[in-house]
């Protein structure tokens, strides 16, 4: 079992910036984050947001592209997501995620097995 230690969220205000890290146990192939915006049901599909493959190529949803960077530090054994520019409807609940294989559907929260808690992130004006 992966053990991780999810870090940073919080508030901030249009266009500003918050960082969010998770050092996990034992790396995985392919890492990302996900998130649940309030609105939605609780069950209802994760959106993904980056996602970041042990070969070192990314993904983004295009909601966050030139917005958000992914990135991973192996020495370190943990994964960033720095969010700048952020919006209101950057509001959600955001959680690592982790696979040993690549899923296919990068961006679709069911095809991957490895979960962490998460932690809030609120974006007002």
């Known amino acids: 079992q992966v053990k991780l230690v999810e870090s940073g969220g919080g508030s901030a205000q249009v266009g500003g910036s918050l960082m969010l890290s998770c050092e996990y146990s034992e790396t995985l192939y392919s890492m990302g984050w996900f998130r649940q915006a309030p609105r939605k049901a609780p069950g209802q599909e994760r959106e993904?947001?980056?996602?970041?493959?042990?070969?070192?190529?990314t993904t983004y949803a295009d909601c966050v592209k030139g917005r958000f960077t992914i990135s991973q530090d192996n020495a370190k054994n943990t994964l960033y997501l720095q969010m700048d520019n952020l919006k209101p409807e950057d509001t959600a609940f955001y959680c690592?995620?982790?696979?040993?294989?690549?899923?296919?559907?990068?961006?679709w929260g069911g095809g991957w097995n490895y979960w962490g808690q998460g932690t809030q992130v609120t974006v007002s004006s």
């Open positions: 690592w995620a982790a696979d040993r294989v690549p899923p296919r559907r990068r961006l």
């Open positions: 993904g947001v980056a996602v970041i493959d042990g070969d070192g190529s």
